[in-house]
C-alpha cells in the first residue's frame, strides 16, 4: 500500500485549530461561570441596595445600629490587623532565617486556621472564656468579660487571620536568603537597623499583600465571630452580622445596603490585590534573577 504524503502545514495548521478551539471553549466556560457565581450575584446586591433610591439607601445605611456595626467593624480590624502584622513579621523572620527546633511544629500551627472551621474556632474560645468555661468564672470574678463582648471578637477575628501575612512572607523571605542581613551585620549594623533597612524593604510588597488579605478577611469575618459575639445590637454586631439580622427581620433595603458597603469594600480590595500582585510579581522575579 502506497503511503500519502501529508504536507506539513497542513498538520500545523489542524493542530493550531484545535488548540484555538480548544481555548476559546474554555475561556468562554470560565467568563461564563464568573458571570454567573460572581458577577450576578454582586450585581443583584447593589441593585437591591439602590433600587428604591439613593435616599433609602442612605437612611438604611444610617441607622444607629448599622453605623454602631460599622464602627465595630473598622475597631476589629484595627486591632487584629496590627497584632497580626507584628505576629506574621516576627513568625517568619524565625522561620526564614533561623534554624531551630519545632520549626516545622510552627508551621503547622500558623497554618491551623485554614483547616479549623471559624465557628469551631468560636466555641473554643467560648470554652474558655465563656461564664461556664474554663477562664471564665476567674475573668468574672475580676470584671473582666471576653465572651459577648468586643474582647471576643477581636480574639476570634485574630486567630482566622493570623496566617494571611505570615504565609505570604515566608516563601519570599526564604528565596532571600540572609545574605543581606550577613553583609550589614559584618559592616557593624545592628540588629534592628538591619531589620529595618534590609529586610523590611526586601518584602515591602508582599507584607502589603498579606496586609490587605487580612483586613478584608477581618472586616467580613462571620463564623467565628457570629459564635462570640452574642448577637448583641449596636455593642457586638460586626457588618456581616448586622446583614444577617436585617434580612431575618425582612429589613431588605438595610440588608442589601449594608451587604453593598461590604461588597464595595471586596471590590476596592480586589483592585489592590491586583496591583500589589503586580508590584510582588516584580519582586520574586527579581530576587529570582539575583
Known amino acids: 500500500m502506497a503511503d500519502v504524503a501529508v504536507p506539513s502545514g497542513a498538520v500545523f495548521t489542524g493542530a493550531a485549530t484545535e488548540k484555538r478551539a480548544v481555548r476559546i471553549a474554555l475561556t468562554t466556560v470560565a467568563l461564563v461561570f464568573l458571570a454567573i457565581f460572581l458577577l450576578l450575584p454582586l450585581v443583584s446586591v447593589f441593585y437591591e441596595a439602590f433600587r428604591s433610591g439613593f435616599g433609602v439607601f442612605l437612611k438604611a445605611i444610617s441607622d444607629r445600629d448599622t453605623l454602631a456595626a460599622v464602627r465595630l467593624t473598622v475597631l476589629v480590624a484595627a486591632v487584629s490587623v496590627p497584632a497580626n502584622l507584628i505576629f506574621g513579621l516576627a513568625a517568619s523572620w524565625a522561620i526564614a532565617k533561623y534554624e531551630f527546633r519545632g520549626k516545622s511544629f510552627l508551621i503547622t500551627l500558623i497554618d491551623l486556621p485554614f483547616s479549623v472551621s471559624p465557628v469551631t474556632s468560636g466555641l473554643i474560645y467560648v470554652l474558655l472564656f465563656g461564664a461556664h468555661g474554663y477562664l471564665g468564672p476567674f475573668l468574672q470574678s475580676h470584671g473582666i468579660q471576653v465572651i459577648f463582648a468586643v474582647p471576643g471578637i477581636v480574639l476570634a477575628t485574630i486567630f482566622v487571620t493570623f496566617p494571611f501575612i505570615a504565609r505570604e512572607l515566608i516563601p519570599i523571605m526564604q528565596a532571600q536568603g540572609t545574605q543581606d542581613e550577613e553583609a550589614a551585620l559584618s559592616l557593624g549594623a545592628s540588629g534592628w537597623r538591619v531589620f529595618f533597612r534590609v529586610t523590611l524593604p526586601n518584602v515591602k ?42 434580612y431575618n427581620e425582612y429589613s431588605y433595603q438595610a440588608a442589601f445596603g449594608v451587604a453593598s458597603l461590604l461588597a464595595l469594600l471586596a471590590l476596592v480590595t480586589l483592585i489592590i490585590k491586583t496591583v500589589l500582585e503586580w508590584r510582588y510579581a516584580e519582586e520574586i522575579a527579581a530576587t529570582r534573577r539575583h
Open 205 to 246: 510588597w508582599a507584607l502589603l499583600y498579606g496586609v490587605l488579605l487580612c483586613n478584608a478577611r477581618a472586616m467580613g469575618e462571620f463564623g467565628a465571630v457570629s459564635v462570640v459575639s452574642g448577637h448583641i445590637r449596636g455593642k457586638t454586631n460586626t457588618m456581616p452580622l448586622q446583614v444577617e439580622i436585617l
